[in-house]
Antibody, heavy 120, light 105 residues
Framework: QVTLRESGPALVKPTQTLTLTCTFS??????????VSWIRQPPGKALEWLALIDWDEEEYYSTSLKTRLTISKDTSKNQVVLTMTNVDPVDTGTYFC????????????WGRGVLVTVSA | DIQMTQSPSSVSASVGDRVTITCRASQGVSSWLAWYQQRPGEAPKLLIS???NLQSGVPSRFSGTGSGTDFALTISSLQPEDFATYFC?????????FGHGTRLE
């Protein structure tokens, strides 16, 4: 059974760095074709893809956010970590991690999401 | 970046209706197109991958068509649990991009 769970702070101050962790089970990020992404959703708005890391440790980022994002993985802990620097209130939203298998970048399993509010 | 344009942004329908949502890519994405359903307060759920492949457990009233730049999601006979928001997503190239969503109400 594949599961993913996001964790991180509920409240972050502007200009701080946000660190989110995705802990997963039921698959290995060492398996060819497996990838984990981060996707966010401001309240009442659309989904926005942020970053992806694959089984081969290749990293891919949103064009508009790539200077602020870093994605990494700890295969031994079954975790993927996203850091976002210099947060702003517009970064408020629910952050999801999601898995893609077979390298197709279509997200077949999602975590429940974590709501992050950026406010002073 | 590939822009994904969904239409309509919202649609009013009733149980039993047939509904079609369209998604247009700003450049060709072959068949690398996914559809998701999202109910309020929940994570998105993958309904259809690679333009027309129905995911396991998804009712057969959902179907997907299209390739290249023009795609459609059809629900043949709306059920109460289908009233949700639907998103398309291109998986052809990075950065991955989503449509802005269609709210079915």
């Amino acid at each position: 059974q594949v599961t993913l769970r996001e964790s991180g702070p509920a409240l972050v101050k502007p200009t701080q760095t946000l660190t989110l962790t995705c802990t997963f089970s039921g698959f290995s990020l060492k398996t060819s074709g497996m990838c984990v992404s981060w996707i966010r959703q401001p309240p009442g708005k659309a989904l926005e893809w942020l970053a992806l890391i694959d089984w081969d440790e290749e990293e891919y980022y949103s064009t508009s956010l790539k200077t602020r994002l870093t994605i990494s993985k700890d295969t031994s802990k079954n975790q993927v970590v996203l850091t976002m620097t210099n947060v702003d209130p517009v970064d408020t939203g629910t952050y999801f991690c999601a898995r893609t298998a077979s390298g197709s970048a279509q997200f077949d399993h999602w975590g429940r999401g974590v709501l992050v509010t950026v406010s002073a | 970046d590939i822009q994904m344009t969904q239409s309509p942004s919202s649609v009013s329908a009733s149980v039993g209706d047939r509904v079609t949502i369209t998604c247009r890519a700003s450049q060709g994405v072959s068949s690398w197109l996914a559809w998701y359903q999202q109910r309020p307060g929940e994570a998105p759920k993958l309904l259809i991958s690679s333009a027309f492949n129905l995911q396991s457990g998804v009712p057969s009233r959902f179907s997907g068509t299209g390739s290249g730049t023009d795609f459609a999601l059809t629900i043949s006979s709306l059920q109460p649990e289908d009233f949700a928001t639907y998103f398309c997503q291109q998986a052809d190239s990075f950065p991955i991009t989503f449509g802005h969503g269609t709210r079915l109400e």
